[in-house]
């Protein structure tokens, strides 16, 4: 299993590779929550699956995925859209895009993690995916990965906060690093 000092390593590295213009398209870096990541990884199968957000970098190094086939698929300008079928991995930039096909690959059998940002965790389509999983009986844990922000915005401001069957979903707060991506010095938003 990697260490924080690990994730911090390549996040940083990223974070060079993308002011130094070699990658080609938006990159969400993480970073203030290795340690509750690494925590959260320890109960993870490798026969389970995990489904990330746009901000996927960690969650794809600590399911396994090689660490020089992430910096590959980020220097192609798909930092946002990480996947690996033999690792069971998928992510995407669809803000709650993975809610659905979690629940469907839960429903078909499979033990699922699956990976948001509080802004998402705010929204209709969680709250129908967690009510789907619950009324169903799915084996999934919803991972609400909460740093206060709905992209800059506080996200309380922005969608008042909301309530979640405690069962099946786990949450955390930390301090985000990285500016959005549009924010970085001398990189134009796209």
């Known amino acids: 299993m990697l260490d924080s000092k690990d994730l911090i390593e390549f996040e940083s590295a990223i974070a060079e590779d993308f002011e130094a213009g ?4 938006p990159v969400h870096l993480s970073g203030g929550n290795e340690i509750k990541l690494i925590h959260i990884f320890k109960k993870i199968h490798r026969t389970d699956w995990v489904l990330s ?11 396994g995925i ?7 698929q980020i220097l192609a300008g798909r930092s946002m859209f990480i ?3 033999e690792h069971r991995f998928m992510s995407s930039a669809i803000m709650g895009g993975m809610l659905p096909i979690a629940c469907g690959l839960a429903f078909e059998g499979a033990r699922v993690w699956v990976f948001v940002g509080d802004m998402c965790a705010s929204t209709g389509a969680f709250q129908d995916a967690v009510k789907f999983a619950h009324g169903h009986g799915l084996a999934i844990q ?15 401001e922005a969608w008042s906060g909301g309530s979640f069957a405690k069962s099946m979903v786990t949450r955390y707060e930390y301090e985000r690093k990285w500016p959005h991506y549009q924010s970085l010095p001398n990189r134009p938003g796209f």
Do not use: C, M, Q
């Not at 070699?22 to 398209?25: L, N, P, T, V």
């Not at 957000?53 to 399911?63: D, P």
């Not at 609400?144 to 915005?153: C, I, K, Q």
């Open 22 to 25: 070699k990658i080609k398209a």
């Open 53 to 63: 957000t746009w901000r996927s970098h960690y969650h794809a190094l600590l399911k």
């Open 66 to 72: 090689p660490r020089d086939e992430v910096r590959r």
């Open 83 to 85: 996947s690996s079928r």
């Open 142 to 156: 919803f991972v609400v990965e909460d740093n206060g922000l709905s992209t800059d915005t506080p996200t309380a």
